[in-house]
């Protein structure tokens, strides 16, 4: 079977002037055809008409704007409409007659500026030329008038709900497109925070603590190793981050996991914060992104911890049940004398875990425990029967 795509794409690509000329020319020829000649739009009832300059010029008149219909609708109705009425005036008969009900349908959705007065002329015109047709002697009846015309408001009709219908397809299409951008950008902007947050946290905390070990050059320089540690993870947490975000990247992007929970709480541990992870039960074996949620609540939780409470003791615990996984970090209240100027919140941290745990079907509580500490708890589904 022949393969007609690439000429379909290539016609597609031609100007409308020229896909739209086949169909000018396509009327034009049937108005000569003998057999069509009783199958066109006549009204008014005078007697016919022969074939002559005059109706050779009703006929170039219908059917030629054809050409011009969707890229210069108002020119097509006019020149169409002249013809229309001089080959009623005429009496001359032919399939060309019918363009006028194309051409209302191709107006009604392609014009799109002075829609109500361009109706309104319409409507006018017609019944000129109802009256002008009555003067000359037509037999029609105004029931019959009335006919043709609501025939005529009915094809103007059609066009104007495809114009619509096409208008608000475009309007879904652009909401979407605008709402998956937005998408994309909180996304990416969540995942920045995610990333870059909890790593300039550590060492924001790590260098303060360095400015009173200057007596203890060996604490000096363990404390100086994690701050450059802590950098070198940033630079390779960015770059997965960016081959995460990047479509084109070349093989399988890796994302951090429960797996990884014991590096994470290490980090946390090197940067001043006291940190007890308990993991109980296996992983489930088709967790998706619910270990990827998982990481995050508990990146996000020790990051708050060591801006909010440095130097409380916090827990970490995780468990696996095979349906979910569930995840409480509980950190004690702060300790003022220690816990120095936290850096500057921007609130995203929180709002971003609860649209990650929400957009897995799970739930997320955090809220301040009786001691005076803070409680982060999450229930993550993980998809999995067992």
């Known amino acids: 079977m022949t393969d007609l795509t690439p000429a379909l794409d290539r016609w597609r690509r031609l100007d409308v002037t020229v896909r739209d000329l086949p169909l000018a020319l396509g009327f034009a020829a049937s108005a000569f055809v003998p057999a069509l000649r009783d199958y066109g739009t006549q009204v008014g009832g005078l007697p016919a008409h022969p074939l002559d300059g005059w109706a050779l010029l009703a006929v170039a008149l219908q059917c030629l704007p054809l050409v011009v219909r969707r890229r210069l609708p108002l020119l097509c109705l006019t020149l169409v409409v002249a013809g229309f009425v001089l080959a009623q005036h005429l009496a001359f008969q032919s399939f060309a007659g019918n363009t006028v009900a194309v051409t209302l349908v191709s107006t009604g959705v392609h014009l799109a500026r002075h829609r109500l007065g361009v109706a309104a002329a319409l409507a006018a015109g017609y019944v000129a030329l109802a009256v002008s047709l009555d003067l000359r002697g037509g037999t029609e009846r105004p029931d019959e008038y009335l006919t043709f015309f609501l025939a005529l408001a009915f094809a103007w009709g059609v066009g104007a709900w495809v114009r619509s219908t096409r208008t608000a397809e475009a309007d879904r299409r652009a909401r979407v497109e605008q709402d998956t951008r937005t998408a994309e950008r909180t996304r990416i902007a969540r995942e920045l925070h995610d990333v870059v947050t909890?790593?300039?946290?550590?060492?924001?905390?790590?260098?303060?603590?360095?400015?009173?070990?200057?007596?203890?050059?060996?604490?000096?320089?363990?404390?100086?190793?994690?701050?450059?540690?802590?950098?070198?993870?940033?630079?390779?947490?960015?770059?997965?981050?960016?081959?995460?975000?990047?479509?084109?990247?070349?093989?399988?992007?890796?994302?951090?996991?429960?797996?990884?929970?014991?590096?994470?709480?290490?980090?946390?541990?090197?940067?001043?914060?006291?940190?007890?992870?308990?993991?109980?039960?296996?992983?489930?074996?088709?967790?998706?992104?619910?270990?990827?949620?998982?990481?995050?609540?508990?990146?996000?939780?020790?990051?708050?911890?060591?801006?909010?409470?440095?130097?409380?003791?916090?827990?970490?615990?995780?468990?696996?049940?095979?349906?979910?996984?569930?995840?409480?970090?509980?950190?004690?209240?702060?300790?003022?004398?220690?816990?120095?100027?936290?850096?500057?919140?921007?609130?995203?941290?929180?709002?971003?875990?609860?649209?990650?745990?929400?957009?897995?079907?799970?739930?997320?509580?955090?809220?301040?425990?009786?001691?005076?500490?803070?409680?982060?708890?999450?229930?993550?589904?993980?998809?999995?029967?067992?």
């Open 198 to 386: 909890h790593h300039v946290t550590a060492m924001v905390v790590q260098t303060e603590a360095a400015r009173y070990l200057t007596a203890a050059p060996d604490r000096l320089e363990r404390t100086l190793d994690a701050v450059a540690d802590t950098g070198r993870r940033a630079v390779t947490d960015l770059r997965h981050l960016l081959d995460l975000l990047d479509p084109g990247h070349p093989g399988p992007a890796r994302a951090p996991s429960t797996g990884d929970l014991r590096e994470l709480v290490e980090q946390t541990r090197r940067a001043g914060q006291p940190v007890e992870l308990t993991e109980s039960g296996a992983p489930a074996r088709a967790a998706g992104s619910a270990e990827l949620v998982a990481y995050r609540v508990v990146q996000e939780a020790l990051t708050n911890a060591l801006k909010h409470a440095r130097g409380s003791r916090t827990a970490v615990d995780v468990r696996h049940t095979g349906k979910e996984i569930q995840v409480t970090v509980t950190t004690g209240a702060p300790d003022a004398a220690a816990a120095g100027r936290p850096p500057a919140g921007s609130g995203r941290g929180l709002s971003g875990l609860r649209e990650r745990v929400g957009a897995v079907g799970g739930r997320l509580h955090a809220d301040r425990a009786d001691d005076g500490g803070f409680v982060v708890r999450a229930d993550i589904p993980t998809g999995s029967a067992s």
